[in-house]
């Protein structure tokens, strides 16, 4: 490992554990909109030490304040691009949690972690999530449950579009991709297969400078629908925005 990619790694570290301690100390005495500006605050701080710039998409739709946000899922760095810009209560896979640093922040910070294949774990927090939901919130989930390399969109697990149902708000799909200096998929972002954090991490530090792009898609009113229909609506609008062609029945059964 390189002087440059060490200090970098440092000055991460350094800022996880400065999350973690606001985490303990601060959050627990203040209200939700102070909470997520010190989110917003310091996920912009960590994706600029990464080496990241967010930008949104132009021509994007207004984010709605109270909705249920869904998104395509590439990278961990996805929760900090969305939270950088508008901060959200996050439902991500268990296995997060075990993270170094990260998956104890991103707890703290209101992330709800669902067991794979977990019924009890679902049900539990399915009431969580239209409570929320109804209390203002913005909600926020990567459909696909894993994954997936640029310029592949895997197929929308419907259960959690229920929630949004239930609640009666709006769902709002984000559209993400990172790009390179040519404007190109960028090459060290793509966190897939047996790939661990830790690599993760390091192959971003140690790679050239990211560009995450946002695209804000139009809100579908999710009142009276069926969740499949959600579902496919929202990864149809994904697809197209990213330029990829998308394959009939691309929705989960369940």
Known sequence: MNLRLIFRVARVVLHMLQGMVTCAIVFPWIGGARRNEHVRRWSRKLLRLCNVEVEVVAGSAQPLQQAMIVANHISWLDIFVIDALYPCRF??????????????????????FIARGSRRDLRHIFKGLVHSLQAGERVAFFPEGTTAPQGS???????????????????????????????????????????????????????PPVTARLHCLPATDATGTHRRELAQASHDAIAAALGITPIAAQTAAH
Not at 91 to 112: C, D, F, H, N, Y
């Open 91 to 112: 439902v991500a896979k268990a296995e997060i949690r075990s993270w170094p640093l990260a998956g104890w922040l991103v707890e703290k910070a209101g992330t709800v």
């Open 153 to 207: 969109i895997l197929p929308f697990h419907a259960n959690l579009f229920e929630a949004a149902i239930d609640a009666k708000v709006m769902v709002q799909p984000f559209a993400l991709s990172y790009a390179d200096a040519r404007g190109q998929r960028h090459p060290t972002v793509d966190f897939v297969g047996e790939m661990t954090f830790v690599q993760s991490i390091l192959a971003i530090l140690d790679g």
